[in-house]
């Protein structure tokens, strides 16, 4: 049960669209399309920006989208704005009721 | 209000026992999964265990396998982590989280409660 991998950084600056990996295996993110991710600001819980790897709950922006290919998913968030700087995580179901995260990206806005 | 409210952190020697507690309200508890998630200072987020909504699935993580115990009493509302033979790494700060229907993602979580091992 390894965590899956994310880059430690992305930035973009104001505007701009940035993409987040994250990948797994096929016991993981290959295996089903239950990717979801969360953004966490500083000393504050994560929430959900997107489920089943392209879904987003309401209330989160259009600018926040997903993608999946083979064991690779992917955040891409468009139009960057300063309030988006924030850590993210992607989270995937690993079978059998269990889950994996990945170790975090720190998004930085320019 | 959809509200998660984890307690029971504390500081405590390694090798001891310690029980968390998380109370739901705004929402129907029994309905739904229930997770507990970790995340040691500075580090980032490492699932830790799982529980179907009536507790017939359960799922931990690997470094917490055959110490932690998780339950729940949907008469109270409420979810638990029984967590024996601390060690130094098991220090972080520990958020309940609902599942969010069946799409296997967190869309509640509570702030946290801290737990420290050290002696």
């Known amino acids: 049960q390894s965590a899956l991998t994310q880059p430690p950084s992305a930035s973009g600056s104001p505007g701009q669209s940035v993409t987040i990996s994250c990948t797994g295996t096929?016991?993981?993110?290959?295996?089903?399309?239950?990717v979801s991710w969360y953004q966490q600001q500083p000393g504050k819980a994560p929430k959900l920006m997107i489920y089943?790897?392209?879904k987003r709950p309401s209330g989160v922006p259009d600018r926040f989208s997903g993608s999946k290919s083979g064991n690779t998913a992917s955040l891409t968030v468009s139009g960057l704005q300063a309030e988006d700087e924030a850590d993210y995580y992607c989270?995937?179901?690993?079978?059998?009721?269990?889950?994996?995260f990945g170790g975090g990206t720190k998004l930085s806005v320019l | 209000e959809v509200q998660l409210v984890e307690s029971g952190g504390d500081l405590v020697q390694p090798g001891r026992s310690l029980r968390l507690s998380c109370a739901a309200s705004?929402?129907?508890?029994?309905?739904?999964?229930m997770h507990w998630v970790r995340q040691a200072p500075g580090k980032g987020l490492e699932w830790v265990s799982g529980?179907?909504?009536?507790?017939?699935?359960?799922a931990y993580g690997d470094s917490v396998k055959g110490r932690f115990t998780i339950s729940r009493d949907n008469a109270k509302n409420s979810l638990y982590l029984q967590m024996n033979s601390l060690r130094s790494e098991d220090t972080a700060l520990y958020y309940c989280?609902?599942?969010?229907?069946?799409?296997?993602?967190?869309?509640?979580w509570g702030q946290g409660t801290m737990v420290t091992v050290s002696s």
């Open positions: 989280a609902k599942d969010f229907g069946s799409s296997r993602a967190f869309d509640i």
């Open positions: 705004g929402f129907t508890f029994d309905n739904y999964g």
């Open positions: 529980i179907s909504w009536n507790g017939g699935s359960i």
């Open positions: 096929s016991s993981d993110v290959g295996g089903y399309n239950y």
């Open positions: 089943e790897f392209n």
């Open positions: 989270s995937s179901y690993a079978g059998s009721n269990k889950r994996v």
